[in-house]
């Protein structure tokens, strides 16, 4: 449905936000999802950051390197940084109305989230492999 | 018939609708807004998460400075602060997960879980530095 006098308008611009895309609730969804993994997940990470208070480099390598730790921090980073990319999404799409800013902060804060995130996986695997 | 308002006159005061400042701080109020902050604050704070993997995960020199100034005042004070953001979260969290599933939203069961998930989240915080204390 395009206007042919028109014909820069696509139909994007007809129907934003003026109904359902049938997709408005995996926010949402996926938010609890990650918080019910998050309760072990984060229960886990306290215990391994724990075991490695005031231990040497050799050692907290050591302990990091090793495949349990390694996937409990890759299972932890992976549903937090969803987890918090949810979250601010929310606070931005709460809070910033005009159009522009909060198209330039939902970017930078997927940005964000996905450097974060990989940083902290990428540390890992080469704590792993290296 | 009776007579439409012109568009060039004053737009009339409509009723809006109540925010934080007309209303009267109670604790599920104050556990919401820590709820968004301790979450602000763990965004945030995933940077040292990724610092303190990422100086690991490079040089015993890059690490040292890393354990540097996470063992310094500032450093341990951010870490406590970090630690509580985080079980605050988290109960807050069991706390959103029980409301969702409509049990505890009355009158005594809400406020009593606020106040288990705020004391929870202290009590567990200093659990884990007395432990991180011993160990260290």
Redesign the interface.
Known sequence: MRDIDDGMRSDLRRVRYLGSAHSGTSGMWHM?LT??A??PL?IGF?LLV?SM??RS?GD??AT?SQPFPALL?LLF?GA??YH?QL??RT?IEDYVHMELWKDWALAANLFFSVA??L??I???L??SF? | MPELPSSDAPPRKRPLSPHLQVYRPVLTMVMSITHRITGIALYAGTLLLAWFLMAAATDARSFATAAWVFNSILGQVVLFGFTWAMFHHLLGGVRHAMWDSGFGMDDPEREWLSQASLGGGIALTLLVWAIAFFLR
């Open positions: 609890r918080s019910l998050l309760i984060s306290v724990l208070v005031g480099y907290v390598h990091l921090m980073i937090s940084i918090m979250g601010m606070i974060v995130g940083a902290c990428y540390a890992v080469r704590l290296a």
